[in-house]
């Protein structure tokens, strides 16, 4: 929610637009910690920005430079918990059937049950 939040507020001085990666908003956010996983076991947290570097990013950024008008885009995941972010800066946890899918260029989330998963999938 932090990293919504800052995502946001870096919008509404880039003609909401949601930034392009997580480092240009280091004035929005306080702490590169915030984009560290607790759960993570892979990473070593970085405690300032000049010790940040992609190695101690927990987060993928799914949309960047999206525009804030589509509420329901994914803007960030986290692979450890299998939450996402959207732009309106709501945070949603993927079931296993849940998925993110592209929607007239723009990553949403498809939510649906095994059975239609595999329906779908289906020749």
């Known amino acids: 929610k932090q990293i919504g939040l800052a995502a946001r507020l870096w919008a509404n001085d880039h003609k909401d637009v949601l930034p392009e990666d997580f480092l240009s908003m280091t004035n929005e956010l306080s702490t590169p910690k915030i984009l560290f996983c607790p759960a993570d076991t892979h990473r070593q947290r970085s405690s300032t920005w000049a010790e940040f570097t992609a190695q101690n990013l927990s987060y993928e950024l799914i949309s960047p430079g999206v525009e804030d008008k589509y509420p ?3 803007f960030t995941r ?3 918990h299998h939450s996402v972010l959207l732009t ?3 945070a949603h ?6 998925r993110i899918v592209d929607v007239d260029g723009r ?3 498809s939510r649906g049950t095994p059975e239609a998963t595999k329906a ?3 020749p």
């Not at 946890?93 to 849940?98: A, E, I, V």
């Open 107 to 109: 990553k949403k989330i």
């Open 120 to 122: 779908k999938a289906a």
């Open 78 to 80: 986290c692979p450890i």
């Open 72 to 74: 329901d885009v994914v």
């Open 93 to 98: 946890h993927l079931g296993p059937s849940d």
């Open 88 to 90: 309106d800066g709501s």
